[in-house]
């Protein structure tokens, strides 16, 4: 999803993750992937120049789900270490303790982007096998097998959005 990181727009996201979370059967990280995408679009909306224009990405895959928030400042944040007393300076520390993994990484001259990963729970990658829309016919491939027999469960599930 491409969005201006401002305050208004950061509650938005956090309640379309929570959804698309919620429809991968990934109820368990919503609150993990909530807070690490609050902080990322924080600093973008505090730190990021030219502009705030930035692009949210969710992906699950070999049972990661990767959050990732790039925008258009090519300046990699540092990592602080805040002070009792300091009001800020904790975000990126949050993502790291909550986080399976977390990076970042250049996009070139055009900005950057910065990823955190969390592990999947196992009952979530087991989802239930749904019909595909308008396939009652033999396509082209007459007599192959379809449906939940012919499907080779061995590879790893892969879902990906574009939230938004």
Same mark, same amino acid.
């Given at each position: 999803?491409e969005?201006?990181?401002?305050?208004?727009?950061? /509650?938005?996201?956090?309640?379309?993750?929570?959804?698309?979370?919620?429809?991968?059967?990934?109820?368990?990280?919503?609150?993990?992937?909530?807070?690490?995408?609050?902080?990322?679009?924080?600093?973008?909306?505090?730190?990021?120049?030219?502009?705030k224009?930035?692009?949210?990405?969710?992906?699950?895959?070999?049972?990661?789900?990767?959050?990732?928030?790039?925008?258009?400042?090519?300046?990699?944040?540092?990592?602080?270490?805040?002070?009792?007393?300091?009001? /800020?300076?904790?975000?990126?520390?949050?993502?790291?303790?909550?986080?399976?993994?977390?990076g970042?990484?250049?996009r /070139?001259?055009?900005g950057?982007?910065?990823?955190?990963?969390?592990?999947?729970?196992?009952?979530?990658?087991?989802?239930?096998?749904?019909?595909?829309?308008?396939?009652?016919?033999?396509?082209?491939?007459?007599?192959?097998e379809?449906?939940?027999?012919?499907?080779?469960?061995?590879?790893?599930?892969?879902?990906?959005?574009?939230? /938004?």
């Amino acid at each position: 999803m491409e969005l201006q990181a401002l305050p208004s727009r950061i /509650g938005q996201v956090r309640r379309i993750i929570s959804a698309q979370l919620r429809y991968w059967h990934l109820d368990p990280l919503i609150d993990y992937a909530a807070l690490g995408v609050t902080e990322l679009l924080t600093n973008v909306h505090r730190h990021a120049q030219p502009d705030k224009l930035c692009t949210v990405d969710i992906e699950l895959l070999l049972e990661r789900l990767t959050v990732s928030v790039s925008d258009h400042d090519p300046r990699l944040p540092a990592v602080n270490d805040a002070g009792p007393f300091d009001t /800020g300076g904790r975000g990126l520390a949050l993502i790291a303790a909550v986080s399976e993994s977390w990076g970042m990484r250049r996009r /070139g001259d055009t900005g950057k982007s910065i990823w955190f990963t969390l592990p999947a729970p196992p009952a979530a990658l087991a989802l239930p096998l749904r019909p595909v829309y308008g396939a009652t016919t033999d396509g082209p491939f007459p007599g192959a097998e379809f449906g939940p027999a012919a499907v080779d469960h061995s590879s790893a599930a892969a879902r990906s959005a574009v939230v /938004g």
